[in-house]
């Protein structure tokens, strides 16, 4: 969530990687970045596997996928009370918490969650991402409720990681910022999209922001509407495209991603690489947007660019 001007070999097992590209058909679709329960249980003692559970630290301590390691926010997040909420620390900071966890320049990264927290998990992703590991970095579809419900092995053991060391390739411009958006709101080929609820970017609730409503010409996609309920589990691509397709994002788009706060837009922000897009987190969301008068926010109807979950 920055207010100011933000200064974030790969090893193949059995599925190829490819960096993002902006157009988003059939071919482009980023595979690797979805691994099921089966893939992780395959390679579950590979050396190169790096698991790292999100969610509740005492749920961790009580089960957990083997060997998998746990991830605080407050580690990858400045802290709270300073400044906008739930910003990217330093590089170098970031770069000391995931090498405590055991990456390195090796490392296949999978990131699932104990529960529900799939926003969360995403926002690791992205921090991956930001670092520069996005391209061998994925998520566990359906987190660690679909590990279980298949009856696969979990445990209370905590497993020290060895220390890992990998080398930082950061993209800054993965992150953007008021400037960013405020430059590129009218500009043909990129898609803003705002990943709240309905009702706070119809502006019906402010969501404790000074301003409710939304940045003008964003589209609509809440977060919950790309994952299944109750197992979070994500929708197929060819519902996710004719979710983007409805709120009005062409295939072409470069799509840049904001919410509250930076948490929920993360879970876009994975769906928009997943499905081949250009995409880029607006870190300081709407509660960076909402605090600049000069900016214009607009309300509206529910419309047909409204998706709902």
Not at 13 to 25: I, R
Not at 119 to 129: I, Q
Not at 303 to 309: F, G, H, N, Q, R
Request: hydrophobic share 40%.
């Amino acid at each position: 969530m920055k207010r100011h001007a933000f200064v974030f070999l790969a090893l193949t097992l059995l599925v190829g990687f490819a960096p993002a590209v902006s157009m988003a058909d059939d071919n482009k679709v980023q595979t690797s970045l979805i691994v099921s329960t089966e893939w992780v249980s395959k390679h579950l003692n590979d050396d190169a596997l790096v698991l790292l559970h999100v969610g509740d630290k005492d749920e961790y301590l009580a089960a957990h996928i083997p060997g998998a390691q746990f991830v605080a926010l407050p580690d990858i997040s400045t802290p709270r009370g300073q400044g906008l909420a739930l910003e990217l620390p330093p590089v170098d900071q970031l770069k000391a918490t995931f090498e405590r966890l055991g990456v390195t320049d090796k490392s296949r990264v999978v990131v699932y969650f104990g529960k529900d927290w799939v926003t969360p998990t995403a926002r690791v992703f992205m921090t991956l991402d930001y670092l520069g590991l996005g391209d061998r970095t994925s998520i566990l579809d359906g987190g660690l409720p679909a590990w279980r419900a298949e009856k696969r092995p979990v445990t209370a053991e905590l497993r020290a990681p060895k220390r890992g060391s990998f080398t930082l390739r950061p993209n800054p411009k993965l992150v953007v910022d008021a400037a960013w958006i405020s430059a590129n709101l009218n500009h043909a080929g990129v898609a803003i999209v705002d990943a709240r609820a309905a009702k706070f970017y119809t502006g019906a609730e402010a969501g404790q922001m000074p301003r409710a409503g939304h940045i003008p010409g964003a589209k609509s996609i809440p977060f919950s509407s790309v994952v299944e309920d109750p197992t979070n589990k994500f929708k197929s691509v060819e519902v996710l495209r004719g979710l983007f397709n409805a709120a009005g994002v062409k295939q072409r788009d470069t799509v840049a991603t904001y919410c509250h706060i930076g948490q929920q837009a993360s879970l876009l922000y994975f769906v928009a690489r997943y499905l081949g897009y250009e995409a880029h987190l607006y870190d300081g969301s709407f509660e960076d947007w909402s605090h600049r008068p000069e900016l214009p926010v607009e309300k509206s109807a529910e419309t047909k660019t409204v998706v709902k979950p």
